[in-house]
């Protein structure tokens, strides 16, 4: 059984982004923006794990394309995002048109990795025993998005996360914005919620802060990682997933935290002067990460 070094598991969602420039239909998910990442970095020794509907197979056929290896799970739907962007693209309203099954520890007894990604959308798709066991295989990295979204009827609503302390517990990393980031510890300000979360069990804390940047914790030492300037700005959906592309891939290869975070920075700014993925080469993203950057 081949065990790679990074291995992404979440569901490949139906997405409508609509923008004040325009609306567009096309696959999303943070699987769907890893996978496309990953495969303009290096797509070997890199596993995606996705669950959706046979309908929406070529979603898959085209990342494997790219040479990217990919299991599927089946799944009765597939998951339907609706994303709406104003002015302002840090905020966003969401609706959620259909929901796919939840990932297993059935499902995943036959991957191995030394990095397991899991891009939850909603807070079903990965129960607490599943982190655990993913756990007792290799380091877990969590979006902590989708523990914090309640569906209710087609509206996402957001809720704190009832199982944290118990979760937390197998998590390595755990990424969020500021908003997730307080609704998960109470605190506004990203220092203090770093701090609780770090108290929690989470040994590396990552959070995003839109054009301010990101703020990492470890081993009780802050690494505060400014933003790039973007030349435009069109389509800030998966910029998250992006980041968190760009961060594992470089501390897979033993980058240091700022390294890291400074690359990921860099692939999202790419990132959002277009819609869809990532899909420039580490070359590009590396000239952004010597140029001037906005503090």
Not at 86 to 104: C, I, W, Y
Not at 176 to 197: C, F, M, Q, W
């Amino acid at each position: 059984m081949k065990k790679y070094d990074i291995c992404c598991i979440g569901h490949i969602t139906l997405d409508k982004i609509v923008t004040p420039k325009h609306t567009v239909h096309m696959p999303g998910g943070t699987s769907f923006y890893f996978a496309h990442g990953i495969a303009n970095l290096s797509p070997e020794n890199f596993l995606l794990v996705t669950a959706l509907a046979q309908s929406e197979m070529q979603a898959v056929d085209d990342i494997r394309h790219k040479g990217i290896d990919v299991k599927v799970l089946p799944s009765r739907r597939s998951v339907y995002f609706e994303n709406s962007y104003g002015e302002d693209q840090n905020n966003r309203t969401q609706r959620v048109l259909a929901k796919a099954d939840p990932f297993s520890i059935e499902g995943l007894k036959d991957v191995e990795a030394g990095i397991f990604h899991l891009g939850t959308l909603l807070a079903d798709d990965f129960p607490v025993d599943v982190i655990r066991y993913l756990a007792s295989k290799g380091i877990v990295s969590v979006d902590a998005q989708g523990y914090l979204r309640e569906v209710r009827g087609e509206n996402v609503f957001p809720v704190d996360w009832p199982e944290k302390r118990e979760a937390l517990r197998y998590i390595t990393l755990l990424k969020a914005n500021e908003h997730e980031s307080e609704v998960l510890t109470g605190e506004k300000d990203p220092y203090k919620a770093a701090r609780i979360l770090a108290d929690w069990g989470v040994k590396e804390v990552l959070l995003t802060l839109g054009s301010n940047g990101s703020l990492i914790f470890s081993d009780g030492k802050f690494h505060e990682i400014p933003a790039f300037e973007a030349r435009e700005v069109v389509d800030a959906t998966g910029c998250g997933d992006t980041y968190m592309t760009g961060f594992l891939y470089m501390r897979n290869k033993g980058a240091s935290y700022e390294e890291a975070g400074r690359f990921a920075a860099a692939m999202c700014t790419i990132k959002l002067g277009a819609s869809g993925p990532f899909s420039a080469d580490e070359k590009k993203v590396l000239e952004i990460v010597n140029a001037p950057c906005l503090a």
